[in-house]
């Protein structure tokens, strides 16, 4: 196992660690919890910096990043419903768009080949950061309550932008295997396979 893939599932095993310091009332556990999940948020950037800087990009990582990524934003944005601080209903699309993406990767792998995270994606994630920090610490400093909800805003809008963008993608890909199949299909008629033949008997 290499150090990358390490790091991702550091970042898995931070998932339970992080829900547990939200939902747990403290005098100082959502700076705890703050400071946990973005040491987890770190290390979605060091591994992919990793894995390029060392000739270390394996299929395994390709599709194991994705989903820390997603065990980890979809755990805190649901103990941020718990805890009152988010309407339900827009973690509902942000972790069923996470779903619906790592479903679609299964079956573009199951297809043979990889949908690897797209610029969008990796831009919301950072929007998706930021606001889990800024709505996390919203009790404390309640003066972050409008940029907490403008951020979440704009993580629901890409969230969907970019499940279009990967369908899109996936929708493209599958047609174009289609279309190369059909073209690269040759049909034998009755009679053809045997005119070499013919040809090599006369040839002697």
Do not use: C
Not at 32 to 51: C, I, K, Q
Request: hydrophobic share 55%.
């Amino acid at each position: 196992m290499n150090l990358p893939i390490s790091l991702t599932l550091l970042r898995i095993f931070f998932v339970p660690l992080v829900v547990v310091l939200l939902l747990t009332k403290g005098e100082t556990m959502d700076l705890w919890a703050v400071a946990v999940f973005l040491l987890a948020a770190v290390t979605d950037l060091l591994d992919g910096y990793l894995a390029r800087k060392r000739g270390q990009i394996t299929t395994l990582g390709i599709l194991l990043d994705p989903i820390a990524d997603k065990l980890l934003v979809s755990a805190a944005f649901i103990s941020l419903v718990e805890m009152g601080l988010v309407p339900a209903w827009m973690v509902v699309i942000i972790v069923g768009r996470e779903f619906a993406v790592s479903g679609l990767r299964s079956i573009a792998s199951a297809e043979g080949y990889v949908l690897e995270p797209s610029e969008l994606g990796k831009t919301k994630m950072v929007f998706q950061v930021v606001a889990i920090t800024v709505l996390a610490l919203e009790p404390r400093f309640h003066a972050l309550h409008t940029v907490g909800l403008i951020l979440l805003w704009v993580v629901v809008l890409s969230a969907v932008v970019s499940a279009v963008q990967y369908f899109w993608s996936f929708w493209k890909r599958l047609d174009e295997r289609v279309k190369h199949r059909n073209k690269t299909h040759v049909v034998v008629l009755p009679g053809e396979a045997k005119e070499p033949e013919a040809k090599d008997v006369a040839a002697h």
